[in-house]
């Protein structure tokens, strides 16, 4: 009976799921808008501390926001039922789309329907860093933090370690002051040590195991060897998909032609797994043009490394993709998060949020100005004017309207299929 009371969440979630565009920027706008403006399940503090707290950790950022969401509202439990409603749509397409390969017409879909999705995300995020900013940046430490971060991750983007190198430091520059000291809350709770112990273990075992099979010519080894590389790369990936999709490319594209890779596994019955690099290509499109988390490809490369094994083998590599790849994830922020939610009653702790706040905020500017790079706002043409008022449109609808955020995923799809009509 307990859950019933959460199915309306639990709707909303689903909702966010099917038409959250954008990657973790856009994500975090519509999170905003739905969650805290909407619904009220938690507070633009809360959701703001959430998501500076996520960029600490390794993973997938917006998956482990919305995963901390549903912990505040009804514990573990209803943490894990977010997260699953929260991927699977995603992995869903994602594993559809390794099956149907040789049908994907992926740049006609994109050049129609997801015409505008682009724009819009970049409405969700100015909407989201005008709210943020008008929370956590008032005064000049804050001021010049936002600056500082915002040019550094213009301009570094693409670097695995600026993210979290920007949030400690803003940390350390706001406690160069000591006058704001919080009030005395309840001593720290014990620390369970349960999620981060399973973490390791499965990562040790996951490496060990996948060795193994490959020294030994396992036979049907490459499961083992798949649940290896994405359970690797969702506990060691800072910085979203914009990082995950290059050490992916390494590994199942470039790493099987090494001639060092080659030789180590020659006369093995089992082969190395390997993508094809136009498959890659098109899988990497696809997931920026649909809904939900961009860690979502593991299920499509999951399938393809799969794919010459039957029907079966595809389909389980497509599971041993999505479940990899979002478990550490789920144990790193459902372990460190009692531990961080305790540190804040320490005052360096509590010092710290006003300055990774800050950066928190200078990341969502850079990243508005980062994604407008790869939109037409300026050739003075139909759909450059369009794109400009995609977004004003969008910000406008989310800050002086009540439309829900999927009302206004729907007409910019709309838009972006009538549009394709008159070219």
């Not at 997931?287 to 010459?308: C, E, H, K, Q």
Request: aromatic share 12%; proline share 5%.
């Amino acid at each position: 009976m307990t859950l019933l009371r959460h199915i309306p969440f639990l709707k909303a979630v689903f909702l966010h799921s099917i038409t959250a565009f954008g990657g973790p920027q856009g994500h975090f706008g519509m999170m905003m808008k739905t969650f805290v403006q909407q619904r009220k399940v938690v507070s633009q503090e809360e959701l703001l501390e959430y998501n500076s707290f996520c960029q600490l950790l390794p993973g997938a950022s917006s998956t482990q926001v919305l995963t901390l969401i549903g912990y505040k509202r009804g514990g573990v439990v209803l943490a894990v039922l977010t997260l699953l409603i929260w991927i699977f749509p995603a992995c869903l397409l994602m594993g559809a789309f390794s099956f149907f390969m040789g049908s994907v017409q992926h740049k006609d879909i994109q050049q129609q329907l997801f015409r505008f999705i682009q724009p819009m995300a970049v409405g969700f995020l100015v909407y989201a860093a005008i709210k943020s900013f008008q929370l956590s940046v008032h005064n000049t430490i804050t001021t010049a933090i936002l600056l500082v971060s915002a040019v550094a991750t213009y301009f570094l983007f693409k670097l695995p370690w600026v993210l979290p190198l920007l949030i400690v430091l803003g940390g350390v520059v706001t406690n160069i002051s000591d006058r704001r000291i919080p009030q005395k809350g309840i001593p720290p709770k014990k620390i369970k040590w349960g999620n981060i112990w399973m973490f390791a273990i499965v990562f040790l075992l996951a490496g060990m195991l996948s060795e193994l099979a490959r020294k030994n010519d396992w036979p049907n080894r490459r499961p083992i060897n798949l649940f290896e590389n994405n359970y690797r790369f969702g506990s060691l990936v800072f910085g979203g998909g914009q990082v995950l999709i290059p050490m992916m490319y390494e590994q199942f594209v470039e790493r099987p032609k090494s001639e060092a890779v080659i030789k180590k596994n020659q006369n093995k019955k089992e082969s190395v797994i390997k993508i094809n690099r136009d498959d890659f290509y098109t899988g990497a499109g696809i997931v920026r043009a649909i809904p939900g988390p961009v860690f979502s490809i593991a299920a499509f490369t999951g399938g393809l490394s799969m794919s010459d094994k039957g029907i079966y083998w595809q389909l389980l590599g497509c599971i041993i993709g999505m479940v990899a790849i979002f478990l550490p994830s789920a144990l790193l922020v459902l372990f460190f998060f009692p531990i961080w939610h305790n540190l804040k009653k320490y005052a360096v702790v509590y010092r710290s949020l006003e300055g990774i706040n800050a950066v928190v905020v200078g990341i969502m500017v850079a990243s508005v100005f980062y994604m407008m790079k790869d939109i037409a706002l300026t050739q003075m043409n139909s759909i450059s004017l369009l794109n400009v008022g995609v977004i004003v449109g969008t910000w406008a609808l989310l800050s002086y309207t009540k439309i829900p955020s999927p009302i206004i995923v729907l007409v910019c799809l709309l838009l972006g299929w009538g549009t394709g009509f008159f070219q």
